[in-house]
């Protein structure tokens, strides 16, 4: 069974920055799709970000402030936060989409809190 584990969440002060890396325990070629979403609570999981091949798909409210990427050789998918607000305060989770299937793989999660 495949594991996604997010690493690099915290505390950051509005307007700053982190970076959440998503280690995979299989190759990233597994997968048709990969990506980011977020959950407050009480609130249902959002979609942030989407990666297919080298298209990026982002959610309005992260357009210009995040970026998705992967590293094949690492096995690895990262999310780049600049600009963070205190509504980017959430649970982040890292999934995967593999070819073939509508199955996504999630992650465990990662706290981020922007907060002064």
């Known amino acids: 069974q495949v594991q996604l584990v997010e690493s690099g969440g915290g505390l950051v002060q509005p307007g700053g920055s982190l970076r959440l890396s998503c280690a995979v325990s299989?190759?990233?070629?597994?997968?048709?799709?990969m990506g980011w979403s977020r959950q407050t609570p009480g609130k249902e999981r959002e979609l942030v970000a989407r990666?297919?091949?080298?298209?990026?798909y982002y959610v309005d409210s992260v357009k210009g402030r995040f970026t998705v990427s992967t590293d094949h050789a690492e096995n690895a998918l990262f999310l780049q936060m600049y600009s963070l607000k205190p509504e980017d305060t959430a649970t982040y989770y890292c999934?995967?989409?593999?070819?073939?299937?509508?199955?996504?793989?999630w992650g465990q999660g990662i706290q981020v809190t922007v907060s002064s």
């Open positions: 999934f995967g989409v593999r070819h073939g299937t509508s199955v996504l793989d």
């Open positions: 299989e190759s990233l070629s597994s997968f048709a799709a």
């Open positions: 990666i297919i091949k080298a298209d990026a």
